[in-house]
């Protein structure tokens, strides 16, 4: 089994930044076997697909909502993912969650994904 644990969540003003990390640990768990990716649920609304990256960290995709502010990056020697973000909008106020992938394809879509944390609370005041 996988655990997934989100952590750096919180309130800031709008054109703010936050990080997230998401560690990651398990019963002979191999970090650099999964895919990593970031989805979001805001009140109401379907959990969304935020950004992903792949097992060696080369490649990266990120919804068209956050290219250019957000970064996704993943360190493979501390089995965490990150996710910077900067220009905090209101509209980005969502539970933030983690999930991996055992695949070497990046996914956007979160039916692929095996694992999932229980989410950090990203809120944006404006």
């Known amino acids: 089994q996988v655990q997934l644990v989100e952590s750096g969540g919180g309130l800031v003003q709008a054109g703010g930044s936050l990080r997230l990390s998401c560690a990651a640990s398990?019963?002979?768990?191999?970090?650099?076997?999964?895919?990593m990716g970031w989805f979001r649920q805001a009140p109401g609304k379907e959990r969304e697909f935020v950004a992903a990256?792949?097992?060696?960290?080369?490649?990266?995709k990120y919804a068209d909502s956050v290219k250019g502010r957000f970064t996704i990056s993943r360190d493979n020697a501390k089995n965490t993912v990150y996710l910077q973000m900067n220009s905090l909008k209101p509209e980005d106020t969502a539970v933030y969650s983690c999930?991996?992938?055992?695949?070497?394809?990046?996914?956007?879509?979160?039916?692929?994904?095996?694992?999932w944390g229980q989410g950090a609370q990203v809120a944006v005041s404006s």
């Open positions: 999930a991996a992938d055992f695949s070497r394809v990046v996914y956007t879509t979160r039916a692929e994904y095996d694992y």
């Open positions: 398990g019963w002979n768990f191999i970090f650099s076997n999964y895919s």
């Open positions: 990256i792949s097992r060696s960290g080369i490649l990266a």
